[in-house]
């Protein structure tokens, strides 16, 4: 059995994607959620995730200097470009040291030390997790901070969704994705059945809008849009919806500003677990034009 993959993402974030991917998962039946924003996930606020399982992920190369072996000559803090290499003139004796987070792992110090004192390791990024909520199957992740890499990690997690979903015979992995148009978005949308780009009627939710748009058509993956808060400002809702048909997205519908739906997150509940408002019937009907397209 072929699973789909459907990743929802936002140019910008605070448009409502993580509220709407969990009514998704409220409607959703017989799939597996994968939270893919995991430099802020959040997701797991509503879901409630009992963990079964803990894997930690290494990132990127660290350098690390041998003080046994280190000469103090400095040349490592010479050929440095992002000053991670710190020269503590109060020890005793004198040493250098390296700042993990300045450091980017370009190996320049290993490669210069005469001595050979400097290694580059690679230490604990973050952790992922799969986990069982009220929704079915979850996986998710937390990176640690300052960490890069946020797109192998993303790749993890999807990677882990999509066995987890073959394994159990689940007909869906749904995609939390991370806000904007970088490395782990790439990540969230590569070879996705489809995507839905979530926006806010403001001049920067159209701008971003085009973004994720053009970043779409660029790896040819079918789109469509949602209007979050449409009402807020009908003209630019307006103009969304121009944007949307010359770029041939699909206009998957328009959702009012609901103040529920912070209520129902402050709940640990997705809208449509809090009460049946007219917004809850919206997504519904978005929700069954999603399930024809991806037929």
Excluded at 56 to 71: H, L, S
Excluded at 195 to 224: K, Q, W, Y
Excluded at 227 to 255: A, Q, R, Y
Aim: proline residues 5%.
């Amino acid at each position: 059995m072929s699973v789909k993959q459907l990743s929802v993402v936002s140019g910008k974030g605070g448009t409502g994607k993580t509220s709407l991917v969990a009514c998704f998962a409220t409607l959703g039946s017989n799939m597996v959620i994968a939270d893919c924003d995991v430099d802020a996930a959040n997701l797991h606020l509503i879901a409630e995730p009992l963990i079964l399982k803990k894997q930690d992920f290494y990132g990127g190369a660290k350098a690390e200097i041998d003080q046994e072996r280190c000469q103090r000559t400095g040349v490592c803090q010479q050929v440095c470009r992002f000053d991670a290499v710190v020269f503590d003139a109060s020890a005793q004796p004198v040493k250098y040291w390296i700042d993990p987070i300045a450091c980017d792992g370009c190996g320049s110090c290993a490669e210069f030390c005469a001595s050979r004192a400097i290694k580059m390791v690679q230490p604990k990024a973050g952790e992922w997790y799969i986990s069982e909520t009220r929704f079915g199957p979850m996986v998710h992740a937390r990176l640690g901070i300052g960490e890069e890499n946020s797109g192998k990690l993303v790749s993890q997690v999807r990677k882990t969704a999509l066995e987890l979903a073959e394994k159990r015979d689940r007909k869906m992995v749904l995609i939390d994705g991370p806000p904007g148009i970088g490395c782990p978005v790439i990540a969230s949308i590569t070879g996705v059945d489809y995507t839905i780009v979530v926006t806010e009627p403001t001049p920067s939710g159209i701008h971003d809008l085009e973004r994720i748009s053009e970043l779409c058509r660029h790896f040819s993956i079918p789109a469509g849009v949602v209007i979050n808060k449409f009402d807020l400002n009908p003209g630019i809702s307006g103009e969304i919806k121009k944007i949307v048909g010359i770029s041939n997205s699909d206009f998957l519908g328009e959702i009012p500003y609901e103040p529920d739906f912070t209520r129902a997150m402050v709940q640990g509940k997705s809208l449509l677990e809090f009460n049946s408002s007219p917004s809850s019937k919206i997504i519904k009907q978005i929700w069954e034009n999603l399930k024809s397209l991806l037929k």
